[in-house]
């Protein structure tokens, strides 16, 4: 999996950066064609809040999340579970639709096998 972190006219310390990284890691063993996953960071000076995007790109699809709090380290512990949530639906209609087609296929050829 690919991993962009981007910042938005500020600086993240290391540490911060390590969190991030690590925890968004993770998210590559809830989907197994996880291609890249982009994380964009934002500060709101009006609000002095931390805004964090997650984009997750997978096969034909694009997954997106967004969170904002106190410190990013809080940030993306809800995001995590947030993009987890949506890789694991994201999954499970897979599997119902492969199920589904590999299903049609074989009532197709039961039926021809017949005529």
């Not at 500060?43 to 997650?54: A, F, P, S, T």
């Not at 949530?85 to 039961?110: C, G, P, T, Y």
Request: a negative charge; charged letters at 25%; one cysteine or more.
């Amino acid at each position: 999996m690919n991993l962009n972190i981007n910042t938005s006219g500020h600086t993240i310390s290391s540490e911060t950066h390590d969190y991030i990284k690590s925890k968004i890691s993770k998210l590559g063993t809830f989907h197994s064609k996880l291609i890249k996953t982009e994380v964009f960071l934002k500060k709101e000076n009006k609000l002095e809040e931390n805004v964090m995007e997650i984009s997750c790109t997978i096969p034909n699809k694009v997954l997106h999340a967004s969170q904002s709090g106190n410190s990013f380290e809080q940030c993306v512990d809800l995001l995590v579970d947030q993009m987890a949530q949506q890789l694991k639906k994201n999954n499970a209609l897979n599997r119902n639709f492969e199920r589904n087609s590999i299903d049609d296929i074989i009532n197709d050829q039961v039926e021809n096998d017949e005529l």
